[in-house]
Structures are given as structure tokens and as C-alpha cells.
């Protein structure tokens, strides 16, 4: 499995599914480059369990988002 600088998972057309953990997405969606998500990309189109792995990987980036925000709202509004 190729890396790019940023230890992100860099896809490869000979790549299979099982290479694209939800530990290598992860780190792709959080430090990966251009070329990495292009290539992320592609393989989830290619390939419907990886697209499946992506759409977890995005929901568990998505409620971390809102809890973070709720959590920096109720300390700038100061409610207990």
C-alpha cells in the first residue's frame, strides 16, 4: 500500500477493499492530500464496501463537528 507524506493511504488502482480500513480512511479524510481523496474517491465508486467504510468514517467526522460546537456554544453562553 502506497503513502503519501502525510502516512495517508494513497489509492492504487490494484488496491482492494479490504486495504481501505476505517483506520486508513480516517486518517485520508484528516491528513490526506488532493490526489489521496481523488483517489479515495475513485475507489468508492468503484467499490460499494468502500463507499460504505467512507460514509461511517464522514458520520462519525459530522457528530464529532456538532458535539464540538454545542459544547464551544454552551461555554461562550455560559448555561450549567
Same mark, same amino acid.
Given at each position: 500500500? !502506497? ?5 495517508? +493511504?494513497?489509492? @492504487? @488502482?490494484?488496491?482492494? @477493499? ?5 483506520? *486508513? /480512511? %480516517? %486518517?485520508?479524510? $484528516?491528513?490526506? &492530500?488532493?490526489?489521496?481523496?481523488? #483517489?479515495?474517491?475513485?475507489? *468508492?465508486?468503484?467499490?460499494? +464496501? +468502500?463507499m460504505? &467504510?467512507?460514509?461511517? =468514517?464522514?458520520? !462519525? +467526522?459530522? =457528530? $464529532? =463537528?456538532?458535539?464540538? $460546537? /454545542?459544547? /464551544?456554544? %454552551?461555554? /461562550?453562553? #455560559?448555561? %450549567?
Amino acid at each position: 500500500m !502506497a503513502q503519501n507524506g502525510y502516512n495517508a +493511504v494513497v489509492y @492504487h @488502482h490494484h488496491l482492494t @477493499h479490504q486495504q481501505f480500513t476505517l483506520a *486508513a /480512511i %480516517d %486518517d485520508m479524510i $484528516a491528513r490526506g &492530500k488532493q490526489q489521496g481523496w481523488a #483517489g479515495l474517491r475513485r475507489a *468508492a465508486l468503484a467499490e460499494r +464496501v +468502500v463507499m460504505e &467504510k467512507v460514509q461511517h =468514517s464522514l458520520q !462519525a +467526522v459530522i =457528530s $464529532a =463537528s456538532i458535539e464540538r $460546537a /454545542i459544547f /464551544i456554544f %454552551d461555554q /461562550i453562553i #455560559g448555561t %450549567d
